[in-house]
Each structure stands twice: as C-alpha cells, then as structure tokens.
C-alpha cells in the first residue's frame, strides 16, 4: 500500500506539535486552561525510530544514553556495541540482503532515525527500496530479522526470519487518518 508522502510529513508534524508533559503536578491537566503549556524544560526520554532496534541493540545499561544522544552522534557512540550484538545474535553473519557487512548494517540501525522519502516509494524494504520511510502494512519486524539471520540472499536460517504474524487484524482505512478502528 502506498502513501502519500506528504500526509506522512503532515501526521508527524502533528504529533510533534501535539506532544506535551502529562505530569501530575499540573492543577490545570495537562493542557492547562488556555491550551498546551510549552513553558517549563523538557528532556527527550525515548526514542524508537526503527521498531525493535532499541529493544534488541542497545545494552541495558546504555537505554538511558541511547535515548538521549542526538542521532547524529549515534552511530559513533553505539555502532561497535551494536555490532557486537549482531556477531553474538548471529556469529555467522557475513552480509545480509541489502549486501551490508556487519559494520555497515550496524552504523546504520545505530543511528535511530525513520528516513523518508519525498519523491519515491515509502516502504521499510520491500527488495528493491531500503528505508525509505514505513507504510502501515510494512511487517518492519520481519525485515528486521530477515536482515539480521538472513544472510546474503535472505534465506539461510528461515526459522529466525519471520515472527510469524502475518499482518493487521483488521484493515487499514483508505483514508486518512488510516490507521484501522481500534475495535
């Protein structure tokens, strides 16, 4: 399924903009009388661009200073524990199917971004086009573990390939907002 682009930009500025401290100590709620309350410091807590990379990748001990450093120092910063993760997950990983060696695929998922593209095709992987943004229906956890056991053409190890969820329960909206009704 295909999307339009610019209603992805546009979902994301909105959450962006929407976002807001939902402390207790606010008497107002969290919107306060007149609206959000952007006044205060606020610190970043997490951040999960690509699903299941956070979760798998970054040490315990490290969450704290994933989630905080700027992803433009990401890959400097996580890129070898990354890589060792990946030797550990998979000792036998050599390349996989976009042809990255360990230190390549591991720079990458390091840097926690969702790249996007404006003028092409939006899918996580779809064989041809490679992160170039996400689509509702892209199994994201399937390619992950495809890229991570699936050696050069994507077929050794097919029991660690899949998760097995074969997609949505229940369709997605043509429209937006598109995602599907909750019940």
Avoid: H
């Avoid at 077929?155 to 390939?161: A, P």
Wanted: some cysteine; hydrophobic content about 40%.
């Amino acid at each position: 399924m295909k999307f339009n682009n610019i209603k992805i930009t546009a979902i994301a500025a909105l959450v962006a903009l929407t976002a807001f401290n939902c402390s207790s100590d606010d008497d107002n709620g969290p919107t306060g009388p007149t609206g959000p309350n952007f006044t205060g410091t606020y610190v970043q807590q997490d951040q999960m661009a690509r699903p299941a990379i956070n979760t798998v990748f970054v040490n315990t001990g490290s969450k704290d200073a994933f989630n905080t450093t700027a992803p433009s120092n990401q890959s400097a910063a996580f890129q070898a524990a990354f890589q060792a993760k990946l030797l550990a997950l998979n000792p036998n990983y050599t390349t996989n199917a976009l042809g990255w060696d360990a230190a390549t695929f591991t720079g990458a998922l390091a840097t926690d971004v969702l790249t996007v593209s404006l003028d092409g095709t939006t899918t996580f992987f779809d064989g041809t086009n490679v992160l170039t943004g996400r689509a509702l229906a892209d199994d994201v956890i399937d390619v992950e573990l495809l890229l991570i056991f699936g050696g050069p053409t994507g077929g050794d190890n097919s029991g660690l390939t899949s998760d097995n969820v074969g997609g949505n329960d229940k369709p997605f909206l043509s429209t937006f907002p598109y995602l599907a009704s909750p019940f």
